[in-house]
């Protein structure tokens, strides 16, 4: 069974720029999670879906990161405009009930110049 | 609100030695569940444990076991006779059962050294 799939693995962009991060959960996950991580903040939740509707976004920094899930097997974490302090790991993971372990794809390493 | 505190940053070891990473979490919930996760240098994360707040019993995974204490709320991850496989930044999380969202500790960073 695949894992989380997320794409790109690696962009690097210009500051300004618009920047989409793509996410394909586990077959039969119900949850979906996107985390960044930096040195100075460790592993923060930006926002959960849970069957493909968001419940708390209360970890979206500002209103230039928007997150969508039109389905139940792809999501989106969006940028525009980005800045240098957007740069990081971004983490997709899912779930298959509430109390399972969630599973992480590989991440996206994000670069803005 | 609940807690997670990792107190070692980074530990360093010499190969075959045991290591020990230290969890301490915090939460008013009497029900709820405690993670480890593995983070190698290749960034992803990785699975290694899940444990309820009602099962104490501690658990062993090979070289890996786990010590979940309630009393003093700690759920401890004791490498034995590590390998140099082992370097990675372990992170300890929790989850309340009426929750939906871990919380992370900071991490320990573990250096295993041939």
């Known amino acids: 069974d695949a894992g989380v799939i997320q794409s790109p693995r690696h962009e690097v962009t210009e500051m300004g720029q618009e920047v989409t991060l793509r996410c394909k959960p586990i077959?039969?996950?119900?949850?979906l999670f996107w985390y960044r991580q930096t040195m100075m903040r460790g592993l923060e939740l930006l926002i959960y879906f849970n069957n493909n509707v968001p419940i708390d976004d209360s970890g979206m920094p500002e209103d230039r990161f928007s997150a969508k899930m039109p389905n139940a097997s792809f999501s989106t974490l969006k940028i525009q405009p980005s800045e240098p302090r957007d740069s990081a790991v971004y983490f997709c993971?899912?779930?298959?009930?509430?109390?399972?372990?969630?599973?992480f794809g590989p991440g996206t390493r994000l670069t803005v110049l | 609100a609940q807690k997670v505190t990792q107190v070692q940053t980074e530990i360093s070891v010499v190969e075959k030695e045991d290591v020990t990473l230290d969890c301490v979490y915090e939460?008013?919930?009497?029900?709820?569940?405690l993670f480890w996760y593995k983070q190698p240098p290749s960034g992803e994360l990785v699975f290694l444990i899940r444990?309820?707040?009602?099962?104490?019993q501690n658990e062993i995974s090979g070289r890996y076991s786990w010590n979940f204490q309630k009393s003093t709320s700690s759920f401890n991850f004791t490498i034995t006779a590590s390998q140099v496989v082992d370097s990675a930044v372990y992170f300890c999380a929790l989850l309340l059962y009426a929750g939906n969202m871990l919380t992370f500790g900071g991490g320990t960073r573990l250096m295993v050294k041939p």
């Open positions: 993971a899912s779930r298959r009930d509430r109390v399972n372990e969630q599973f």
């Open positions: 939460t008013r919930d009497t029900t709820y569940y």
């Open positions: 444990r309820n707040s009602f099962d104490e």
């Open positions: 077959s039969g996950h119900n949850s």
